[in-house]
């Protein structure tokens, strides 16, 4: 039925004498939210940067879609069909929504030297790319502010439109680096009801502090600090795990 | 860091009125004026075209680069080289074969500057420009200091039919127009092409272009190869031009003045970079001709009246000669900004 779609094993990436990741695995399943919670400085945005290629790890192993991809760079890795987002606004400021969603659609066929056709047209060639940006847009609850100019969108809408270039790429692996970061009560809501409805044909790793959030979305869960797996599994153990308590909830609430 | 400022890359109506006029200006200029001057705007064309390739680069992608005139000179020497001194050598065959020689180049030095950034990326242009600077100047096989003469312009028959020729003066002016006119229609479709909005994309964020799947490296190497096959047109009618081909052409100075020419114009449309050359190319030959005023000859130091000039455009026209045409066009401030 559902299948592990990357696998990350004995993950660890030093700096100097400073292991920012030290150890970890983790399985992430199509269907199924994992998300990885800890204390800030856990390693967990680490955890992402290895997963997704932007940092290289010191050792371990990772598969994506069946493939050896440690040691790949992010554009490759993205080919490979993973998406991220990113914990800090990441998106092409001066263009509008729907020029940021497109070209991130136009990621997944290279044009190298497609140069007399108009992007600004709807030309046949386009038509996959158009439309599956079309989708993303959507997805995401951005169809009012597609001509927007993204630098100058909310907050809460920059997000949304991280999520939507993530899906305009078709990943089957998406990796969210707080997606709920700074968002008001509504926009956090509808942010959550997006991410379950993500959730059925996706394999996911949230990283997020936002606890309701987190025991509302995840199926499994995993616990760094000092960027070590403290714990893991199903949300309900973990919450009921002492050394979890004591480490990190405790604190939160 | 700073977000980094849109282009203008839609051209207001101001703009595409002015570029129409100055069309139509230049269409019927060789019948307005004297040799000295026909000749004079061929240079601010060819200069024109090779700006435009710069600013593929440099306000398109983002890469400054302080090393462009390399693939200049090297379609200069690459005619030098092909044409013989007491005969002319066939148009159809040295032009490619020139243009040829400087995407090749392109390719080659790109493929190691495109992995470097920002101000690596200027050092390490400027380092291979000067490598092959140096590499003519000092080699006498290659023409050294003094460079190399070209005797006659190229041939532009066809099987004994001859089109037109290039050794007339406003033959040789029409042809720079109509290869100004394909250049500048060709990256304008280049820059809303899916190829177009990468490399846009990419001065803007490259990170969130790998991320998003992108091989920027590709996208970058071949935007170098392209704009330095630009280049090559142009160097390949400077050398037809002025019948020489010498160190100079690939010099530092050169490369500056065409970083100069993209910055007083506008970057990132092409139509700045056409606009900027000539203004630049004008300026030169105003600020050259200066009298001698109580002893100091102010012709002389026309650089230091350049660089005032350079100063004050940036200062009071962040976005060029054509950001304030818009500017003014619209009531805007000087960084865009509207006034409602």
Aim: hydrophobic share 50%; glycine share 10%.
């Amino acid at each position: 039925m559902n299948e592990v779609m990357m696998s990350a094993s004995a993950l660890t990436k030093r700096y100097g004498g400073l292991a920012a990741v030290s150890g970890v695995s983790v399985d992430l399943w199509h269907g199924a939210i994992h998300a990885v919670i800890g204390p800030n400085g856990a390693g967990k945005s680490t955890l992402t940067n290895l997963l997704s290629g932007d940092v290289s790890p010191t050792s371990g192993r990772i598969m994506l879609g069946g493939q050896d991809v440690t040691g790949w760079s992010p554009d490759r890795i993205s080919r490979q069909r993973l998406g991220r987002s990113y914990q800090k606004t990441n998106i092409f400021a001066p263009f509008t929504v729907w020029e940021n969603v497109r070209l991130a659609s136009q990621s997944r066929e290279p044009h190298f030297t497609s140069w007399f056709s108009d992007t600004r047209k709807n030309q046949p060639g386009f038509k996959t790319i158009n439309e599956r940006a079309e989708r993303a847009i959507e997805l995401a609850g951005l169809e009012e502010r597609r001509n927007a100019i993204a630098g100058a969108a909310s907050h809460g809408e920059q997000r949304q439109l991280e999520i939507a270039m993530t899906l305009a790429t078709e990943p089957t692996v998406l990796l969210l680096d707080e997606p709920l970061a700074g968002m008001g009560v509504a926009e956090a809501a509808r942010m959550v009801e997006l991410l379950l409805k993500l959730k059925q044909d996706h394999a996911m790793l949230l990283v997020e502090h936002d606890m309701d959030a987190v025991f509302a979305l995840a199926d499994h869960l995993t616990v760094m600090v000092n960027g070590q797996v403290i714990a893991g599994g199903l949300p309900t153990q973990v919450r009921a795990d002492a050394k979890v308590r004591a480490a990190y909830l405790g604190e939160e609430s | 860091m700073a977000a980094p400022m849109a282009n203008l890359e839609v051209l207001p109506r101001s703009v595409r009125l002015t570029l129409l006029l100055g069309l139509i200006a230049l269409a019927v200029f060789p019948y307005m004026s004297g040799p000295y001057y026909t000749e004079m705007v061929t240079r601010m064309m060819i200069m024109a075209i090779f700006a435009m390739s710069l600013d593929l680069l440099q306000g398109v992608t983002g890469l400054v680069s302080l090393g462009h005139a390399a693939f200049f000179g090297i379609a200069g020497y690459t005619l030098a080289f092909l044409t013989p001194a007491v005969e002319p050598v066939s148009l159809w065959w040295t032009l490619p074969l020139a243009v040829l020689s400087s995407a090749l180049a392109a390719l080659v030095i790109g493929f190691f500057v495109v992995r470097t950034k920002g101000i690596y990326f200027i050092m390490v242009t400027m380092a291979f420009a000067q490598m092959i600077y140096y590499l003519f100047f000092d080699n006498k096989v290659l023409g050294g200091s003094d460079g190399l003469y070209i005797n006659f312009r190229p041939d532009a028959s066809l099987f004994g039919w001859l089109p037109f020729d290039l050794e007339n003066r406003v033959t040789l002016y029409y042809a720079t127009l109509v290869l100004l006119v394909g250049c500048y229609l060709f990256l304008r479709s280049l820059l809303w092409s899916p190829f177009g909005r990468a490399l846009a994309a990419i001065r803007v964020n490259e990170h969130r272009m790998c991320a998003a799947g992108f091989n920027t490296f590709g996208y970058k190497l071949t935007a170098f190869t392209l704009a330095g096959a630009m280049a090559g047109f142009a160097g390949y009618f400077y050398g037809m031009q002025t019948g020489y081909a010498n160190p100079e052409l690939m010099g530092f100075h050169l490369s500056a003045h065409s970083i100069m020419m993209v910055i007083l114009g506008g970057m990132g449309n092409f139509a700045g970079a056409i606009v900027g050359a000539f203004a630049f190319e004008y300026l030169l030959h105003l600020f050259k001709e200066l009298p001698v005023i109580g002893g100091i000859d102010f012709g002389k130091h026309w650089q230091l009246w350049m660089g005032f000039f350079i100063v004050a455009v940036v200062m009071f026209a962040p976005r060029g000669l054509l950001g304030l045409m818009d500017r003014l066009g619209r009531g805007r401030g000087p960084r865009g900004e509207r006034h409602e």
